[in-house]
């Protein structure tokens, strides 16, 4: 799952879409001069989706090999355009249903993909991305609830072993269950090498409970991290000890980091500020933000291990929550500039 284009691999595998989106177009007749002309131009132009053209598509077919070539030179609005045209047109096809909801997430068009998630349910409730969608379409509305009910129920295989516990242990802070919280986190520690992780939102979670003393030896034990700790771990570790108190604990946790990342601007403005004497914010300060850190941290995971498809859906997901968590854009815009894009 971690390397498949898709959120749901087993979902859109019906039988020849091609064909049966041909038979369609075919019944209301031209649909041989639709694909002669369509390639034709795609010949003249350089290409469909690239902003050359602007074909005005009025069959299934025609949307659907537009959206086909976008997706083949990774042009995520072009896709999530044709598919959602192809959709407009076969409304009941699953296979278009699920790429449309795919390619809205990856163009950033959260709210269009709400819309599409719920009728993938209504089809297949089990579908894992459908309900990620609909589960942050709820968290940001607050309503942790509904958003903890939808949980229920997902298949714990792949990035899922990592999505549910986290999503879930969030949710559940969001009703104010820390304790519910910390061990419906639990599973994430016990996957190969995602320790830090958990060590990571264990004091997160503790942080906002107000449980400190818990909160600070998970953010010590976060930080042990093999080949060191990335700057946003340190800078939420050390932004704790300020807040505690602890300013030579915290001004020793971003000086080891310095020394390593001479160049990061971030932890150097964390070493002024602490000079300045002014304590930090929580680096995340509601369940909201902490949903949008666990899907982040997520994508990051994803990008390491060259998912940069799925590490896009999680970002824009992040985004979704929290639309001003930086670090997101920065590393959905990083995703998007290496697939080739700039939107």
Request: aromatic content about 6%.
């Amino acid at each position: 799952m971690l390397a498949g284009r898709r959120l749901d691999g087993a979902e859109g595998q019906t039988a020849n879409l091609q064909s049966r989106l041909r038979l369609n177009a075919a019944r209301r007749a031209g649909t041989v001069a639709l694909v002669l002309a369509l390639g034709a131009c795609a010949g003249q132009t350089g290409g469909l989706g690239d902003g050359s053209a602007d074909l005005q598509l009025d069959s299934a077919l025609g949307n659907y090999l537009a959206a086909r070539h976008a997706e083949r030179i990774r042009d995520f609005t072009g896709a999530a355009r044709y598919f959602s045209e192809a959709l407009a047109r076969e409304p009941e096809n699953f296979e278009l249903l699920t790429r449309a909801h795919t390619f809205l997430i990856d163009a950033g068009e959260f709210s269009r993909a709400v819309a599409v998630a719920e009728r993938i349910l209504r089809l297949n409730p089990a579908s894992p991305s459908a309900s990620l969608t609909l589960v942050v379409d709820a968290a940001r509305r607050g309503d942790f609830a509904a958003a903890r009910q939808r949980m229920e129920g997902q298949p714990l295989a792949g990035v899922n072993r990592l999505v549910v516990p986290l999503m879930t242990a969030w949710l559940e802070l969001g009703q104010s269950r820390p304790a519910a919280a910390l061990n419906a986190l639990r599973p994430v520690g016990e996957v190969s090498g995602f320790k830090p992780l958990y060590e990571y939102h264990a004091a997160l979670i503790n942080d906002l409970a107000d449980r400190l003393d818990a909160a600070e030896a998970h953010y010590r034990r976060s930080l042990e991290i093999e080949g060191g700790p990335p700057a946003r771990l340190v800078e939420a570790a050390g932004g704790f000890l300020e807040r505690r108190g602890q300013a030579d604990a915290a001004r020793a946790v971003y000086a080891l980091y310095t020394a390593q990342n001479p160049d990061s601007a971030t932890i150097g403005a964390s070493l002024t500020r602490l000079g300045n004497g002014s304590a930090p914010m929580r680096l995340v300060p509601d369940v909201k933000a902490g949903l949008a850190e666990a899907l982040f941290n997520l994508a990051g995971a994803l990008r390491q291990e060259n998912s940069n498809s799925l590490a896009l859906v999680y970002g824009r997901l992040a985004m979704a929550l929290v639309p001003d968590l930086w670090a997101a854009v920065i590393q959905v815009a990083d995703v998007l500039e290496s697939q080739g894009q700039r939107t």
